[in-house]
């Protein structure tokens, strides 16, 4: 065995902290290493060159690399390794950037704990073994999970390039939040115009498959070759019988909430979810179906001309393989009722953004007017308050929301558009504008007399005047003294927020969730649309807060991914796999439940007992499916479980060394 060790510099990123020359003159004294050499940048074209050179004139057979993550360049140095004849798992790095030179301030103790970090890359390298990846057959169908924007542009990115989708959405409609829009910004496009012709695109497309109405129900296998369990719940309307006149919707008694319109109108128990809807048939809710309820009415099935009306229809659950999935699940919107201060669910003139929002749309529940809900009037001074629930460590979420503030700057410009003579006050921590036009979009919302104030709001109260108006309480720091304004109505930019039950989709798809519950990327740079779950792919706001183009681009790059694999027809599976020694396996298989890929199964393996053959159990690993999250070996009382690449005996030779 012939080690090389080769230590970075990555310019002043470690150089400044630690002393690599000492690191790598000390390590010419440990056993089997052969050569040590610092430089000032390994990841580039000329720090390849010089470990390729070193391979060749001192016939190395292993790489340590100290350097940064291996998450950042670990693929880098393991095709150099290959491309020299080499096994790519025969280079160790170990990291001494962020676990060293940028976390401490004491170059002696940071040379120190660098030099120890080498060592155990070293001690680990004795020990390792040769990995190899099988090749996998990939499935050329994808599934895309969820129907708003993002979800509707990747299925039609995956669709054109000739490949077939399925697109499932829970509602009965696809479109998503971008739906309940009236104009986007900057450009104040109409919603509807540029949404609509994409959802018709995706329903009349030949290689989409849209279920509406639908809820992923299981998730198994791996990249390449997922099982899915999708459960289309009962619409209690055949849509080949529905012709969509919609007498049935004008007949129905039976009146609930309209959530489409955030609960500010009605809509019946029979219902399409919007005029456009996409497919535009109607289904029916068992919830509040009085039917349903108690047996009695039949109202739709008896005026329905065509016969369309089934209330024995059942669940069906549908069963399908696919190479490739994308998650597109959405948002919600925060209710601020644990806002005390704002008064919001107590007072009606305190509306979130969204609620103004669908009364600013002309389909909405007040058909385009801006109305005080407690007096159907226009009202006259609207007051907005920005960041509620968000950059709010105490109350809310810390993170931005990322939108609110250009939504915020529409909603005054539509005002002053709509209905001059309005005055709209706008309070804000600051305004936040990162993105093409928007500088633009904002200082023309001030041009047009959207008065902004830099402060906070302490409260908001009812005047308990005659015209039930309110008081925002706040202050103004660019005046340094305290506010308050009498408004008409108040507008909350309340946060976004993950799926309610995100976490749920995260288990079934095993991805994880960063710690306020958006879906998290590979990697924030290198791999952001990519998950840790192999062909399981990110689009849009369950990855966190985005704005339009934003999500539709990054729809497009996960549709690319799914493209190129299944251009590919094949993938290479996770080389650091679990192993068991089943010699020494008890069978106890409490390995198989802490699984999160359901790669562990029980097999038997045929021995002689003094004389006689038994069968004996021991886990098995489905190589395919085990993506060497190392759980297992944790949990392995026998220790007869070992991840490639990470063996017991490795590891404790890094113990050992130091």
């Given amino acids: 065995m012939r080690i090389g060790v080769f230590i970075c510099w990555c310019g002043s990123n470690i150089k400044n902290m630690v002393d690599v020359e000492k690191v790598a003159e000390e390590v010419k004294s440990m056993p089997r290493v052969v050569y040590s050499q610092d430089v000032q940048y390994l990841c580039s074209e000329v720090g390849q060159a010089d470990i390729s050179k070193a391979i060749d004139e001192h016939n190395l057979d292993r790489v340590v690399i100290g350097a940064c993550s291996p998450r950042m360049h670990e693929t880098t140095f393991q095709k150099l390794l290959e491309g020299k004849g080499l096994n790519p798992y025969y280079v160790e790095i170990a990291n001494i950037r962020e676990q060293c030179s940028w976390v401490h301030s004491d170059k002696e103790k940071a040379t120190e704990k660098a030099l120890e970090l080498v060592k155990k890359a070293v001690a680990k390298s004795y020990y390792s073994i040769p990995l190899s990846s099988d090749l996998l057959e990939v499935n050329k169908k994808a599934l895309v999970v969820g129907g708003g924007i993002a979800g ?46 994409k959802m018709v695109e995706a329903a009349t497309h030949e290689n989409i498959n849209l279920y509406t109405y639908s809820e992923i129900e299981d998730v198994s296998g791996y990249v390449g070759n997922f099982k899915v369990k999708i459960k289309q719940k009962a619409k209690s309307v055949k849509a080949d019988k529905c012709n969509g006149c919609g007498d049935c919707i004008e007949k129905c008694p039976k009146k609930v909430a309209n959530e489409f319109d955030e609960g500010s109108s009605k809509r019946k128990a029979i219902y399409t979810l919007f005029p456009q809807a996409v497919p535009n048939k109607p289904v029916i809710d068992r919830d509040n179906c009085i039917y349903f309820e108690k047996g009695k009415c039949g109202v739709c099935q008896k005026i329905c001309p065509t016969g369309a009306i089934d209330y024995e229809e059942q669940d069906e659950i549908i069963e399908s393989e696919y190479g490739a999935i994308i998650a597109a699940t959405g948002f919600d919107v925060k209710k601020p009722n644990d806002l005390a201060e704002y008064h919001y669910g107590n007072h009606p003139d305190v509306i979130t953004s969204l609620d103004l929002e669908r009364m600013l749309n002309a389909s909405g529940p007040t058909e385009g007017k801006v109305v ?143 710690e306020d519950g958006f879906f998290s990327e590979a990697h924030p740079k290198l791999k952001p649309v990519e998950t840790q779950s192999q062909g399981i792919y990110l689009a849009g706001v369950c990855q966190g807060p985005k704005d339009i183009p934003e999500t539709v681009s990054q729809a497009s790059g996960a549709s690319a991914k799914a493209i190129t694999l299944f251009n590919k027809g094949q993938v290479e599976s996770v080389p650091t796999t679990a192993v068991v020694n089943k010699d020494i396996c008890s069978g106890c298989m409490q390995c198989k439940p802490v699984c999160p890929y359901e790669a562990i199964s029980q097999e038997y393996v045929v021995e002689k007992v003094a004389g006689k053959q038994v069968k004996r159990p021991v886990a098995s690993i489905n190589r395919a499916l085990c993506q060497g999250c190392g759980a297992c070996a944790g949990l392995c009382r026998s220790g007869a479980m070992d991840l490639g690449g990470f063996t017991s005996r490795q590891l404790m030779a890094e113990v050992d060394i130091l």
């Fill in 152 to 197: 509707i542009q990747a299925a039609l990115d995956i669709a054109d390039a000739g490949y077939p989708v399925d697109l499932v959405e829970r509602e009965p409609s696809i479109g998503g939040r971008m739906a309940q829009f009236d104009k986007t910004f900057p450009t104040l496009d109409c919603s509807a115009c540029i949404l609509t012709p």
């Fill in 372 to 514: 005080r809900p407690s007096t159907g009037n226009t009202p006259k001074k609207i007051v907005f308050i920005q960041c509620v629930g968000s950059r709010d460590r105490n109350k809310g979420n810390p993170y931005c929301s990322k939108v609110c503030c250009l939504y915020t700057a529409k909603h005054t410009l539509l005002l002053n558009e709509k209905f001059p003579g309005t005055e709209s006050y706008v309070f804000n921590i600051d305004v936040r504008t990162a993105g093409k036009g928007y500088e633009e979009f904002y200082e023309r919302a001030r041009q047009k007399g959207a008065n902004y104030l830099r402060g906070q709001v302490s409260k908001v109260e009812p005047l308990e005047d005659e015209d039930n108006r309110l008081l925002v309480r706040g202050y103004d720091s660019s005046l340094g003294e305290q506010v308050e304004i009498e408004a008409d109505l108040v507008v909350l930019a309340t946060s976004i927020e993950p799926k309610a039950d995100s976490g749920d989709m995260a288990k079934l798809l095993g991805i994880s969730s960063n």
